[in-house]
């Protein structure tokens, strides 16, 4: 299996940036592609952006688009979510995930098969 551990996590104003790290291990790892998710307070989990691990092919949720950007660093098996203008709706515990069987274009919580413990992101008005 694949262990993940996400890291950087924190308070941030409304426009501000924060960077979150994501950091695999495991047999079984690189897997196909990684991605983040989110999940606010009594909401679904929501699929925020992906990366195929080979190539660097990302896909971005709408929500997104222009603001968060992610990638990563093969030689340090870590994934990164650089996430600019945040705004409140921003707000969740971010997720990291890996995929075996997707790809950088799988955007639903079941194409997934491991997942960090999460880190907190909260933005402030």
């Known amino acids: 299996q694949v262990q993940l551990v996400e890291s950087g996590g924190g308070l941030v104003q409304a426009g501000g940036s924060l960077r979150l790290s994501c950091a695999a291990s495991g047999r079984t790892f690189p897997s196909s592609a990684m991605g983040w998710f989110r999940q606010a307070p009594e909401k679904e989990r929501e699929f925020v952006a992906a990366?195929?691990?080979?190539?660097?092919?990302?896909y971005y949720a709408d929500s997104v688009k222009g603001r968060f950007t992610i990638s990563r660093d093969k030689a340090k098996n870590t994934v990164y979510l650089q996430m600019n203008s945040l705004k409140p709706e921003d707000t969740a515990v971010y997720y990291c995930?890996?995929?075996?069987?997707?790809?950088?274009?799988?955007?639903?919580?079941?194409?997934?098969?491991?997942w960090g413990q999460g880190t907190q992101v909260t933005v402030s008005s």
């Open positions: 990366i195929s691990w080979s190539v660097g092919n990302t």
């Open positions: 995930a890996a995929t075996q069987k997707g790809s950088y274009y799988s955007s639903v919580v079941r194409a997934y098969d491991s």
